[in-house]
């Protein structure tokens, strides 16, 4: 497949999204598909499980556009990921599809807790008519997943020839949801992304297990006291006044041109998704609590919940 071919993909998917802004975005959104595609297929298939707003949209119908790739991998493995391996798996497949070529660059790695390390990398593609090499960043985390599924995924975009039928085993959308609650409370900063994915699954009928949320919290090595004060300082957040237009600009790159519209001339409009997060937040205050007390239950026994 050529160069051109990708350009054409490109300017094929903006079409159906008309929304320049997300341009960038659309670009790795099918670079994604190329990637996922090639650790199907890979050895590593089996060992990563994924997760996050990109395996809502690819799983199970997200409307938002997505950047990044989240998975988790596991605890107890040291280095839970042979980054020349991985390297190696999807050079091939972009050289083999589109004759491009990337640099892996392992990012800095982050200690969440005793023994839990994030590792990151960036992948640096190198597209012939962008000015600036695009980033994907890559993430996987060494915690658990509590309840993973195989999951067979098609692209959105329908020209990406002999992607339709590509195997992952991915978080369900009950385990996402509890992900994005926990992200709420340990963010240090407001991702609107965040607050629109918790909405999204809500309307969707999706419910969270809190008792997946305080085992979560665990896996992360933060302490129960900890992630409650950040749950009040991100309730907090979402509040002030300059949060809505933050969740506005955000978004506007993530979404269809008429959705960023509203966005951008009625930052007002991101009220219902922040009043939403708000009350899924003070609503896992109240329960919490019993929900730490049934982890600790299960520990105590010699239970807990089967990761991959």
């Known amino acids: 497949m050529s160069v051109h071919t990708l350009k054409d993909h ?3 998917a903006m079409r159906q999204t008309d929304n320049q802004l997300a341009q960038p975005v659309v670009l790795k959104e099918i670079l994604h598909y190329e990637i996922l595609n090639a650790l199907s297929n ?5 060992r990563l499980i994924f997760q996050g707003g990109t395996a809502l949209r690819a799983c199970y119908a997200g409307t938002r556009l997505s950047e990044d790739l989240d998975f988790v991998c596991g605890s107890g493995s040291p280095e839970p990921l042979n980054v020349v391996h991985l390297t190696s798996i999807l ?26 390390d994030v590792k990151r990398w960036t992948f640096k593609i190198k597209v012939p008519w962008e000015a600036q090499m695009q980033r994907i960043n890559f993430e996987v985390c060494n915690v658990p997943s509590i309840d993973p599924t195989p999951v067979v995924i098609r692209s959105p975009y329908e020209h990406q020839q002999g992607l ?5 085993i991915a978080e369900s959308q009950e385990e996402i949801y509890s992900d994005k609650l926990v992200a709420l409370g340990l963010r ?6 965040d607050v629109w994915d918790v909405r999204f699954l809500s309307e ?11 085992q979560k919290v665990a896996d992360y090595g933060r302490t129960d006291e900890d992630f409650l004060a950040g749950v009040d300082t991100a309730i907090l957040r979402m509040q002030a006044p300059d949060a809505q237009d933050k969740f506005s600009s955000e978004m506007a790159r993530f979404v269809d041109s008429r959705m960023a519209s509203m966005f951008t001339k009625n930052p007002n409009f ?7 997060a708000v009350s899924d937040l003070k609503q896992l205050k109240e329960v919490y609590p019993e929900a730490a007390l049934a982890r600790d239950a299960f ?10």
């Open 164 to 168: 339709q039928g590509i195997v992952v």
């Open 204 to 214: 969707k009928g999706i419910k969270p297990n809190y008792e997946w949320v305080a």
């Open 270 to 276: 991101a009220a219902a998704w922040l009043r939403h």
């Open 91 to 116: 050079e091939k497949a972009m050289n083999a599809r589109y004759g491009i070529g990337f640099d892996a660059v392992a990012g800095p790695n982050t200690e969440l807790g005793d023994g839990i």
């Open 188 to 193: 240090t900063h407001l991702k609107a992304r």
């Open 10 to 12: 490109v300017a094929q």
């Open 299 to 308: 520990r105590d026994q010699g239970l807990g919940f089967d990761g991959p």
């Open 42 to 46: 890979s050895d590593l298939g089996d």
